[in-house]
């Protein structure tokens, strides 16, 4: 079956543009879930949506938003940005209802110039 | 919140050698501890997990422990190959949870 699909895969903005990013589950998965890679500092938790609510979210401002369809896609926007937000958008999918593997797609990398 | 630390950053083995990898954890509610692979350019990928009802898991060249007193659990790969070379993210999180609270991560070098 497909695997979990981010679009698009690289992008370049500017300071103060925004971005919209989107993944799209594997079929049948209910959770989706979003973390930003940076050099050094692993995987940070931005949000978790499970059927259209978002469920958990990390320690980012709020200019870090997201939501979720009906379909289960996923989309997440940054507005406002800011060097510090280039780095490598990575979600991931999962039934969501038991603790359990994540499946990642290969990521959104967003360079801010 | 739960904080993960890993140990080391970076790791150089030569093929053939045993590399381990150490995590701890903070929260003692957590009880599912999952090790991902992150090849260059590519993305993570589970490798092996491990909840809090068994000590020990292995799956052929790797393993991995847990010790739930001390918080703190530990990848184990023998006989490491050149294709082992890679970044290893530890995980923990509590029953429940879909997400993780991933460690800085490993990243191991295994040469010929």
């Known amino acids: 079956k497909a695997g979990v699909t981010q679009t698009p895969r690289y992008l370049i903005k500017t300071r103060g543009q925004q971005v919209t990013l989107s993944c799209s589950p594997i079929s049948g998965h209910r959770s989706v879930s979003w973390y930003q890679q940076t050099p050094g500092q692993g995987l940070q938790f931005l949000f978790e949506?499970?059927?259209?609510?978002?469920?958990n979210k990390g320690n980012f401002p709020g200019r870090f938003s997201g939501r979720q369809f009906s379909n289960s896609r996923s989309e997440m926007n940054v507005s406002t940005l800011e060097l510090g937000d280039s780095a490598l958008y990575l979600c991931?999918?999962?039934?969501?209802?038991?603790?359990?593997?994540?499946?990642f797609g290969e990521g959104s990398r967003l360079t801010v110039l | 919140g739960e904080n993960v630390e890993q140990h080391p950053s970076t790791l150089s083995v030569q093929e053939g050698d045993s590399a381990v990898i150490k995590c701890t954890y903070s929260d003692s509610a957590s009880n599912y501890f999952p090790w991902y692979k992150q090849e260059l350019g590519k993305r993570p990928q589970l490798i092996i997990d491990i909840r809090s009802n068994v000590g020990e898991k292995k799956d052929q060249r790797i393993a991995v422990t847990l010790n739930k007193t001390a918080k703190h659990f530990s990848l184990h790969i023998t006989e490491t190959q050149p294709e082992d070379s890679a970044v290893y993210f530890c995980?923990?999180?509590?029953?429940?949870?879909?997400?993780?609270?991933f460690g800085k991560g490993t990243m191991l070098l295994v040469s010929p």
């Open positions: 991931a999918s999962s039934f969501g209802g038991v603790t359990g593997e994540l499946f």
């Open positions: 949506y499970f059927s259209e609510t978002q469920r």
């Open positions: 995980a923990a999180t509590p029953s429940g949870y879909s997400t993780l609270t």
